[in-house]
């Protein structure tokens, strides 16, 4: 086996990365790889989904049926099916939760040892208007004796215990950025080869950074504590930056260093995201890349979730930010 210490140079393609990387971990038999893999499978199909996006409503352009002979879904649901559909055929997965299905999808599989949490599809409301989305999951190893039903203890665990975590990112380009807890890697893929490629090796954030991205129109609603961060940044002259769709947003402060908050508001009084298919698994990768994500009080990964699908308030980003945001929300 190769050395999986030894770097690999950029370029190198996704798979034979995974297959490098499988050294890191002890009695690994290759399912969380394969894993990865399907989900780099299913991203592909995602991404050529969203790419005829645009498409869809100009009669007789794609038709109103797919390949398959199903009906045109909107993308979200039809993101869920595809994922769904990649980590049954897999064979590594037990059961999966999504942001989608109101119930745990057990899928009766006795060898898998795995659960995925996932948002099929992030940042909906700009699927329509081509602006750039998502996708995050988060894996986790089955507690209770493989071969039997899932139990809720299977299903609520804190982020802490997650042995994967990742994005895909439908922008300018599509990346999938990864972790299994060490460090993380991001991979553009190169549609006319079908290949993903290593092109961001060992992503750490800054420090410190000057971006704040918060939906700044909910202000009035926010706590003191909090708009008194808001005016810091304001005085400080940072820079706005709130696309609305969560990937991307993260994803460009884990590059150029920066803080991304959802806060409770009086409309979404827990917050509007969701600790179990989007803050745990970007926690547990900002974390990796030496950021911090917290409740405001909290590290995530520490949260025990109580509900599949629970909103949480999120604060990540940069230490330094997450930090001064927490210092003043809490002094008031
Ligand atoms: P989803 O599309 O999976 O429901 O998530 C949308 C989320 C997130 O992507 C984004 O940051 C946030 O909603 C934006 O919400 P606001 O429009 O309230 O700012
Ligand atoms: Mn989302
Ligand atoms: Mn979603």
Not at 72 to 84: E, M, T
Not at 156 to 161: A, N
Not at 162 to 169: E, H, I, K, M, N
Not at 284 to 313: N, W
Request: proline share 3%; net charge negative; with cysteine.
């Amino acid at each position: 086996m190769e050395d999986s210490r030894i770097a690999l140079p950029i370029g190198t393609a996704l798979d034979r990365f995974i297959k490098n990387k499988q050294g890191e971990f002890q009695y690994a038999t290759g399912e969380l790889s394969q894993l990865l893999r399907d989900m780099a499978l299913a991203g592909k199909v995602v991404n050529r989904e969203i790419n005829k996006a645009g498409l869809i409503n100009i009669a007789g352009a794609i038709g109103t049926q797919n390949i398959q002979g199903e009906d045109q879904q909107k993308l979200d649901v039809l993101a869920n099916i595809r994922f769904i559909r990649a980590l049954t055929k897999g064979g590594e997965v037990c059961a999966i939760i999504s942001e989608e299905d109101e119930e745990v999808i057990d899928l009766s599989n006795n060898k898998g040892k795995y659960v995925v949490a996932i948002d099929p599809l992030d940042g909906s409301s700009n699927i329509d208007v081509n602006v750039s989305i998502g996708t995050i999951f988060s894996v986790y190893r089955r507690v209770t004796p493989i071969g039997n039903p899932i139990q809720k203890e299977d299903i609520l665990q804190k982020g802490d215990k997650q042995v994967a975590a990742g994005y895909l990112l439908y922008g300018s380009s599509t990346m999938l950025v990864y972790t299994t807890g060490h460090g993380v890697n991001g991979f553009t893929y190169e549609p006319s080869l079908g290949e993903y490629f290593l092109s961001h090796q060992d992503m750490c954030i800054p420090e410190e950074g000057n971006i704040f991205s918060i939906n700044e129109g909910s202000f009035n609603s926010f706590s003191s504590g909090l708009k008194q961060y808001i005016e810091h940044c304001r005085a400080s002259e940072y820079t706005a930056r709130y696309i609305g769709s969560l990937v991307a947003d993260f994803h460009r402060n884990l590059l150029k260093g920066g803080i991304y908050i959802y806060p409770a508001t009086a409309k979404a009084e827990k917050g509007k995201l969701r600790l179990m298919y989007e803050c745990n698994a970007l926690a547990f990768i900002i974390e990796q890349a030496g950021g911090i994500a917290s409740d405001g009080k909290k590290r995530i990964l520490d949260i025990e979730p109580t509900e599949m699908h629970q909103r949480v308030p999120f604060f990540v980003g940069s230490k330094k930010m997450v930090e001064k945001a927490e210092a003043t929300i809490n002094a008031v």
